[in-house]
């Protein structure tokens, strides 16, 4: 059955084809129908795939389906195919799944534009084919089985994304946003092209492609000097994946990003593209796992970034800036989870990840509507009364966000602390101070938005959400509630890992890890729970009675403030050392090189052409005589040559 | 007695030679036209002479062929004077100067 997988990568493909050829005559519901029912087609070849997975021994669980030759030179062969494994078959499962239900809310969502008019058929038409795009390229990135097929995709989402970044292409802000987004990602994507020749390089002889099983494989009995190659190749790795992940030092794009329609903001920068850099340094592990010095890097800057991000979420005031960070924050505890070797915990976090902050942007996108495109959290107030059902689609989210015990965000987050406190106890106090962070932005948000009395004409006039975005926003309400117990800690028993017992033929090459026993384990979790509470509770004591001393708190806190709200200089940092630099050595090249030497040799070759032309044309005369003359004068010259000779 | 051929071969330059000249420096197209037909008419007296001189006939028959040739060329060349007259009303051909460059 499994030879078959490739109808995944069909299903979207051809919605876009439909809905570009046609879309257009067949109007919108139909457009929508179209991509939605493509997207739910390549969810069931995801389920099946997986059933099809489960039904053969676990040793065996790895199928490589090979769609075409792509380059072929001597022995080195790279073939389009598809790797279906666990890990692959749940990341499509995951795009397929969460993808389907946003494309369900959009196909209402966006029946509006920005400035709540009618969308016209073209974009709302346009929409769809680049969503349906992303789909396909991000299926071909989780599904690739070779590094230059995961580029194709890797460089496919990132089209993707600048495209629908800047969908409302007529304001600034959100072409800009679309091109920093691009430029940031480029840098990235520079050192996956260079990881790949490098590996090519290195394993092109002796592995013949670039396939992940053939170079995992040929790093068994690889010379020492190979071996320690490899911290190079996953620091160049590394730097792809923070720029795709949004991590420091390229995390700089994902709040801007932003600036494109809500949907997109859930399906690319909160579920699906942003986890890239996290799947693929999980399926490279065995590279990771021969440089310590990388793995380390990668967890202190999760941390880092886990901990930067949040600091900056407490102090914003925009609704979907402050999930953008949020998602930053997460990301970086995944990165966090993959850096401490604890792949399964990293992939699970992005999992749970996906599902509450899917529904925590698609909410946010119903608020949105319903405050005629304000997202100023100041500005709201009071929504839970008017909105009841997005309040608690809403709260469900931020709970599961903020790690409320036994909502899914709990879980994850728990068992990728639990895994770096094994690694260093150091690790482990910043996630779990980040995690204090997250409780307390997650539910700052809860409380100004849908809490106490509207402050703003817009909230005092909000309306529930348009009936066609509520079913996807329940399904995602129960993901975010529920997908955590599918990866119980080991105290629960043996079995009660669903997800690790899936994920454990990908990572079977992995050393035992170390366990620190079911007390340690049973404190830890008491410990991140007491923690999660006591953040919702300090967001409570803030901004619901308001009491004394949580408001002496924040101005402990006030200078800080200062350093948040202007997140750290870092955009002002990038942009008088690295930006402003550039640009001027790229007008000098635009003056000097372009304007110059190459524009002066150009046009100098014509400008000299002309001058001769004239010159010589000085001699067509148009006079007969002058004619007949230079003709009686050249064969009398030519007569006189044969007299003589 | 045979007129030497090395007479006819004087003739035949100081003919071409006017022709020659008349072509370089008479303005006057039909003239020009004349000239040109002394020239070709020369080089045919050439032919026969040096013909009858080696007692060829070729050079003979190609003297035929150069004067049909001629009489086509005497057709076309008329034509396009009498377009030309027809186009500027002149037949001075410094006026018509249409290929300068």
Do not use: C
């Amino acid at each position: 059955m499994l030879q078959f997988a490739w109808i995944i990568l069909l299903f979207p493909l051809l919605g876009l084809l439909i809905n570009l050829l046609f879309g257009k005559r067949l109007g919108k519901s139909f457009i929508a129908l179209v991509a939605s029912a493509a997207v739910f087609a390549s969810l069931l070849t995801a389920v099946g795939m997986a059933a099809a997975l489960l039904a053969l021994p676990e040793a065996d669980r790895s199928v490589t389906v090979q769609l075409w030759q792509w380059i072929h030179i001597g022995d080195f062969q790279v073939n389009f195919a598809l790797l279906i494994d666990p890990l692959s078959v749940l990341m499509a499962l995951v795009v397929t799944g969460v993808g389907f239900f946003i494309h369900w809310y959009a196909a209402t969502y966006m029946l509006v534009d920005d400035k709540h008019q009618d969308l016209s058929l073209r974009l709302y038409g346009r929409f769809f084919i680049y969503l349906n795009f992303f789909i396909l390229m991000m299926l071909t990135l989780v599904l690739a089985n070779n590094y230059l097929q995961l580029y194709v995709g890797w460089e496919g989402v990132g089209l993707a994304s600048y495209l629908l970044i800047g969908f409302w292409f007529y304001k600034p802000s959100a072409a800009n946003a679309g091109k920093k987004a691009f430029i940031v990602n480029r840098i990235g994507d520079f050192g996956l092209a260079l990881a790949i020749m490098w590996m090519f390089f290195l394993f092109g002889k002796q592995a013949g492609s670039l396939a992940f099983n053939d170079i995992f494989a040929a790093l068994k009995g690889a010379p020492d000097t190979t071996i320690a190659a490899m911290t190079g190749v996953t620091l160049l790795l590394l730097l792809a994946a923070t720029g795709k992940s949004a991590q420091i030092p390229l995390f700089v794009w994902l709040p801007d990003a932003m600036e494109g329609p809500t949907p997109v903001s859930a399906l690319i920068h909160a579920a699906t593209m942003v986890t890239a850099g996290v799947y693929m340094i999980a399926r490279s592990h065995p590279l990771f796992e021969l440089a310590p010095t990388t793995m380390a890097i990668v967890a202190w800057i999760g941390a880092l970034t886990a901990l930067m991000a949040a600091s900056i979420a407490i102090v914003q005031t925009d609704l979907k800036r402050i999930l953008a960070y949020s998602t930053i924050s997460q990301l970086g505890y995944m990165f966090l989870g993959v850096g401490v070797g604890a792949y399964t915990a990293g992939i699970f976090h992005l999992m749970t990840h996906a599902f509450f902050k899917a529904l925590l942007f698609l909410t946010a996108g119903s608020v949105m509507h319903a405050m005629h495109g304000e997202l100023n959290i100041d500005l709201m107030g009071g929504l839970r009364k008017k909105m009841p059902k997005t309040y608690w689609q809403f709260l469900a989210g931020a709970a599961a966000l903020a790690g409320f015990p036994l909502l899914a965000g709990f879980w994850s987050k728990d068992a990728i602390l639990y895994e770096a406190f094994l690694k260093s106890p150091l690790l482990w106090g910043v996630g779990i101070f980040t995690a204090l962070l997250t409780a307390f932005y997650s539910f700052r948000a809860v409380y100004r938005a849908f809490h106490g009395e509207p402050r703003s004409e817009h909230a005092e006039h909000a309306h529930e959400q348009p009936g066609g975005m509520t079913a996807p926003l329940w399904f995602l309400t129960a993901g975010a509630l529920f997908a955590g117990f599918l990866g119980l800690p080991l105290m629960f028993g043996e079995h009660a890992n669903v997800l690790g017992n899936w994920l454990g033929p990908v990572f079977a090459d992995l050393a035992e890890g170390q366990h620190g026993g079911e007390s340690l384990e049973l404190t830890l979790f008491l410990v991140s729970s007491a923690i999660a509470l006591l953040g919702i509770f300090i967001a409570y004591a803030r901004y619901i009675p308001e009491w004394g001393w949580a408001k002496s708190l924040q101005n402990i806190f006030s200078p800080l403030q200062n350093v948040l709200e202007n997140k750290y200089w870092v955009d002002e940092f990038y942009m008088s050392f690295i930006v402003d630099p550039l640009r001027r050595v790229g007008q000098w090249f635009y003056r000097v090189s372009d304007g110059k030497v190459i524009e002066g040799a150009v046009n100098g070759i014509g400008k000299y052409t002309v001058a001769a032309g004239a010159y010589v044309a000085r001699l067509q005369t148009g006079l007969l005589s002058m004619y007949a003359l230079s003709f009686f004068v050249g064969v009398a010259l030519i007569l006189l040559y044969f007299l003589l000779a | 007695m045979m007129t030497p051929t090395s007479f006819i071969l004087i003739l035949s330059a100081i003919i071409f030679t006017i022709g020659a000249v008349g072509v370089l420096v008479r303005r006057n197209a039909l003239i020009i036209f004349m000239s040109v037909e002394m020239m070709l008419n020369s080089v045919n007296l050439t032919l026969v002479a040096v013909a009858n001189q080696w007692g060829n006939l070729t050079g003979q028959i190609f003297a035929f062929i150069v004067i049909a040739v001629a009489a086509v060329e005497v057709a076309v060349g008329l034509a396009i004077i009498i377009a030309i007259v027809r186009h500027k009303d002149t037949t001075n051909i410094d006026e018509v100067h249409l290929l300068k460059g």
